[in-house]
């Protein structure tokens, strides 16, 4: 019997249909750092590997790869899945591993899908979110931005975003795509990913207990929903560029936004606030990210949701950057931030009841 330490990390892998998930996979199937993972995919048969199967039934099949990762193919519910590994691996039926990466489906919105594995009782104790990864097609993705709110939702929800067919795409082609991921997605690191290749452990750490999540290492992701301007040199591409007007006539459904609280927030006046407002919006809230100053507390602490689901705050040894104000960033569609600054102003008390809305629109520096 295998008895589980630590939550397994969940990772999932997102992006629209043709962004090149599968082949991704199949590249990063073959490396050491997958020794120790269990990868839940759409139909073990699309992964090209040979590899040695030590479980088959109707359901779903599990393969061994040379590297010793498990490949799991799903054609039922996610979260049984995810239980059925954990059990196996328990009772020692299957080698021990530390990580899980659920590939979606081309179509899933990733809301639905962390809600099921993340809100499940049987796993609320055996698995961590680790954070969401999207391909982005370098080639077709701003036609598909325009086309289908399924590839807005999935772009929106992640917390790092793989370039895909970069090595066929010219310099306008990814820079108008970098410009459209500003409005949609600002701050989340962007990685290039040619030929498929790509680290392997360039997807795992963007959630990591008790360390400062990537997308809050560079300031750009508050300066970009609050519109200020990085300097020179300072953090991502293109990350400058964001504009209200852009954000606006590029996804007309989707719109990102930035509550700051100068003032030290009560932890638990904030977490209510928090899942009162996902639990009544939660469908039109892509995703939620902050980092807070809260009472009592020197070191920062983390927040982040997706739709209905808040994950447990976490703590982190440091602030990134001079500015201790709370800043909470938004990615909605069909919701006003009016209603969103209502929720927390109903729910804290004082000074601290009044946060500033800031959306992309052009202002200096501080």
């Known amino acids: ?20 998930k599968t082949t991704l996979l199949n ?24 590899h040695l199967l030590i479980g088959a039934t109707r359901e779903r099949s599990v393969a061994l790869l040379e590297n010793g990762c498990l490949c799991c193919g799903a054609r039922g519910e996610l979260a049984d899945t995810v239980d059925l590994l954990l059990g196996q691996m328990e009772r020692g039926e299957i080698p021990p591993f530390e990580r899980v990466i659920v590939e979606t489906t081309g179509l899933a919105r990733p809301g639905p899908v962390l809600s099921e594995l993340l809100g499940d009782e049987r796993l ?27 590839a807005r939702e999935q772009l929106a929800a992640a917390d790092a975003l793989l370039i895909t067919k970069t090595d066929l795409a010219d310099g306008p082609t990814l820079g108008a795509l970098y ?9 989340a690191p962007r990685i290039r990913v040619e030929h498929g290749e790509i680290d392997a452990e360039q997807l795992f750490g963007w959630l990591a207990p008790h360390t400062l ?5 560079s300031r750009d992701v508050l300066l970009a929903a609050s519109g200020e301007t990085p300097a020179d040199g300072d953090g991502l591409p293109l990350q400058s560029a964001m ?40 469908e039109q809230i892509l995703r939620v990210k902050g980092i807070c100053r809260v009472v009592g507390e020197d070191a920062p602490v983390v927040v982040h949701g997706v739709q209905q689901l808040l994950h447990e705050p976490l703590r982190v040894a440091a602030w990134p950057d001079d500015d201790r104000r709370t800043r909470l960033v938004f ?11 209502a ?24």
Not at 179 to 187: I, T, V
Not at 331 to 341: A, C, E, M
């Open 27 to 50: 590249r990063l199937l073959r490396q050491a750092a997958m020794s120790r993972c269990a990868v839940v995919v759409n139909e073990i048969g699309e992964i090209g590997l040979d």
């Open 331 to 341: 990615i909605v569609h069909g919701i006003s931030p009016d209603v969103v600054r």
């Open 124 to 150: 609320a104790s055996r698995i961590a979110l680790d954070g969401v990864v999207a391909t982005a097609d370098a080639l077709h993705m701003q036609g598909q931005l325009a086309r289908h709110a399924q």
């Open 179 to 187: 410009a459209a991921l500003d409005a949609l997605n600002p701050g």
């Open 1 to 20: 019997m295998t008895t589980l330490r630590h939550p397994v990390a969940l990772t999932v892998l997102t992006g629209f249909l043709g962004s090149g």
């Open 243 to 282: 504009r209200l007007a852009a954000q606006r006539n590029a996804h007309p459904d989707v719109e990102t936004f930035c509550l700051t609280f100068d003032a030290p927030l009560p932890l638990a006046a904030l977490e209510t606030a928090l899942t009162v407002l996902l639990a009544y919006h939660g």
């Open 343 to 366: 929720t927390f102003t109903h729910f804290l008390s004082g000074e601290e009841a009044a946060p500033t809305i800031q959306h992309g629109e052009p202002s200096s520096n501080r």
């Open 213 to 217: 999540p990537a997308w809050l290492r």
